[in-house]
């Protein structure tokens, strides 16, 4: 017995007729009376008596009919309950947004979320890129921007973007001024201010040095990338960043950035959340908002 049976059953009472229900219910006939007479063998008694104006209930059947429409009221109740969850999410969905990405991203999409979602309570945690697979894996956040093409197992992931980091240094350096590019291996012997691992800036770079079988000149570390920033307008050093990031901030007019080669630091972006725990209809929300801001701010896989 399932509800579809119930339904035709429903209908065979309401039209008192085989024929009438099966065209009101859009099924044929044949299929109608097998129906009903499988419910009839489940129940183990008659439901209807058959007569020559039609069929008319019997007391079981009567007793069915009251039950199951009921059952049948609910169902289609649920069924547009559950509608109306996708249609108008609600509840918490919690995003991880690296502080390199946040200047962009954080306030549109919180202001999205806000207007097309306004029952889903939105929760943005900003911080270092190499905290955001941890923090995705153990539940913390629903979801979170992770960069690097290597990620553990246990993660969805949806590529965003591919993006070229450049050696950031204070405005006007003389290795730096009238330069296109900066060769890996001159960036590395330069006094770098790097955070500390396992930030995403940092293995990027070590990851590139290996290439060339040398390692990076670290002479501060700190995990926080606009004291960074500070730090190389004073002169304090040199720093590896996106050009983006580095042209973001109350520093940016004091920096000047060139893109690195001879291996380019190429990192790739993607949105990621736990493969083993189904996002929510909130957090589905969330991250197709998410992905339709990022999108909005690449052109060909890049960003603008």
Request: proline letters at 6%; a neutral charge; aromatic letters at 4%.
């Amino acid at each position: 017995m399932d509800i579809r049976q119930l339904r035709y059953f429903l209908g065979i009472v309401e039209h008192g007729s085989l024929s009438k229900a099966a065209e009101a219910l859009r099924v044929a006939q044949p299929a109608l009376s097998l129906h009903l007479k499988k419910l009839e063998e489940e129940f183990g008694c008659p439901l209807v008596h058959r007569t020559a104006r039609g069929v008319v209930p019997t007391e079981s059947g009567l007793r069915l009919a009251v039950r199951a429409g009921v059952l049948v009221e609910r169902m289609a109740s649920l069924k547009d309950e559950i509608r109306g969850l996708e249609a108008a999410p609600a509840g918490p969905a919690v995003i991880g947004i690296p502080t390199s990405l946040g200047p962009v991203l954080t306030v549109p999409l919180a202001l999205a979320v806000r207007r097309r979602h306004p029952s889903v309570h939105l929760r943005v945690v900003e911080g270092l890129s190499g905290h955001m697979l941890e923090w995705v894996l153990s539940g913390s956040v629903d979801m979170a921007l992770v960069f690097g093409s290597e990620h553990p197992s246990g993660l969805a992931t949806r590529f965003i973007a591919r993006e070229r980091l450049a050696l950031v240094g204070p405005k006007g350096d003389r290795l730096l001024k009238d330069r296109q590019s900066i060769d890996l291996t001159t960036a590395l012997m330069l006094p770098l201010i790097l955070p500390g691992r396992p930030h995403g800036v940092r293995a990027e770079v070590e990851r590139a040095a290996r290439i060339l079988d040398a390692e990076p000149r670290v002479v501060i570390e700190i995990d926080a990338l606009e004291q960074i920033k500070s730090l190389v307008a004073a002169g304090a050093g040199y720093t590896v960043l996106s050009e983006r990031y580095a042209r973001f901030g109350p520093e940016a007019a004091n920096l000047d950035a060139v893109p690195i080669i001879a291996p380019e630091i190429e990192r790739i972006i993607s949105l990621a959340h736990a493969s083993d725990r189904p996002l929510s209809i909130a957090a589905r929300a969330v991250h197709a908002i998410a992905v339709e801001q990022l999108e909005r701010l690449t052109t060909d896989g890049r960003w603008n």
